[in-house]
């Protein structure tokens, strides 16, 4: 039987947010099966990096999805040098966890903005080449998009907005033979989700979650299912495939969620209270600090406290300074180990000062102090100098001789 011939074969792509994770996993699939790539992103050199990688034909252009005149002249120069496209992707995204009431109106404004307005942006910079190619959009959503989450807020607004407006763009374009697709994904391994943990907000997030809901999927496998949606122009792809099953019981969510949410959240707050995350994704990584934020840590300089944690004490409602600052030496791996537990096994005061204990489990010492700031360098810190030997007492004189 004669092979068919790949339909994306010597076409054009545009994909976004293809600096890193799922954007360049993309990008390099839709390569492999023979496609012309333009990779879309903020990091330039990343990008050239990923191009490099590609085995088939691409550029990188520098461009925030937010910014129309400059994607307009990226539009102009990507059909001039590989073709007017006939696969878009809609990948960039950033997210950004914790209590809507703290929440730096900024951080979550640039959520909406990079997530929504940004694929209404590149959907309208792209959508006459695909309308004379007969080719397709594809909306990168989320399980958020069919059941929102609290301490998501921005997040989940976003997303649910990416699906609404992609099901309104089907319906517009369907009679000029445009496909628009909606991939709902849920953990994947990228720079947005990396670290999950560290954040009491995603952690527990992802905790309450039923296990199939828990795992983390490599982004070569998410890239090469949304593809396979593509090459076949389908309306939705859902990865893991149960995903679809939530559409079935979507409205019976927010209930569900709500109560649970009552029941758990000033549990959790008491135990560990929530704090925002900051920006998640655009690079933003444990091994590449966004622009302007500090470098890793190292022994030349002390870095930040490890972790501040509110002391654990029956019928002690923890105030704003009243924290505790860890700090050790010789542990092989503290991403391993459980804070809070270890916090319970200092001694802290309330004065500002700091005593010392050995942990029975670990090697090494632990210093906590109720001030984060009098954990003083070097780092990492040393064990407490030995208290100075009493002085020895004076000799007594020799008796004088009898006379």
Not at 47 to 53: A, G, T
Not at 164 to 180: K, N, P
């Amino acid at each position: 039987m004669p092979r068919t011939r790949n339909p994306l074969d010597g076409r054009t792509a545009v994909v976004t947010g293809a600096a890193r994770g799922l954007g360049a996993a993309m990008a390099r699939e839709l390569s492999s099966r023979g496609m012309k790539v333009a990779l879309l992103g903020r990091e330039e050199r990343t990008l050239r990096q990923v191009r490099d990688e590609l085995p088939g034909e691409g550029g990188c252009w520098e461009v925030d999805v937010t910014d129309d005149e400059g994607l307009a002249e990226t539009g102009a120069d990507i059909r001039a040098r590989l073709g007017p496209p006939s696969v878009v992707v809609a990948n960039a995204g950033v997210a950004e966890g914790g209590p809507f009431a703290g929440s730096d109106p900024a951080v979550w404004r640039r959520v909406i903005e990079v997530n929504l307005i940004g694929s209404a942006a590149t959907a309208r910079t792209f959508i006459g080449d695909l309308t004379a190619t007969g080719g397709c959009f594809l909306q990168v959503a989320s399980l958020a998009s069919i059941g929102s989450a609290p301490m998501m807020s921005a997040y989940c607004a976003s997303k649910a907005g990416v699906e609404s407006f992609a099901h309104s763009l089907r319906a517009e374009m369907a009679h000029r033979h445009v496909a628009v697709c909606i991939a709902y994904i849920n953990w994947t391994d990228t720079d947005m989700i990396r670290g999950v943990d560290e954040h009491a907000v995603l952690r527990e997030l992802r905790g309450h979650m039923p296990p199939p809901a828990r795992k983390v999927y490599p982004a070569e496998h998410v890239a090469r299912r949304l593809v396979d949606a593509v090459e076949r122009r389908r309306p939705s792809v859902y990865v893991p495939g149960w995903l679809r099953a939530t559409q079935l019981v979507r409205g019976a969510m927010p209930p569900v969620v709500t109560a649970l949410s009552r029941r758990e959240l000033p549990r959790l707050a008491a135990a560990e209270p929530f704090e925002a995350t900051g920006l998640l994704g655009a690079g933003v990584s444990r091994t590449r600090p966004p622009p302007g934020a500090a470098g890793p840590p190292d022994r030349r300089a002390p870095p930040p406290p490890l972790a501040l944690l509110a002391p654990q004490r029956r019928g002690w409602t923890p105030r704003l300074n009243d924290v505790t600052c860890v700090r050790a030496t010789l542990w092989p791996d503290l991403s391993g180990i459980t804070l809070p537990g270890t916090a319970q096994r200092t001694v802290i005061t309330r004065d500002g000062s700091c005593r010392w204990r050995r942990p029975p489990s670990h090697r090494g010492a632990v210093r906590s102090c109720v001030d984060p700031f009098s954990c003083p360098p070097p780092w990492p810190c040393s064990p407490p100098p030995s208290p100075p030997a009493a002085p020895a007492p004076a000799a007594a004189p020799p008796p004088a001789p009898r006379r």
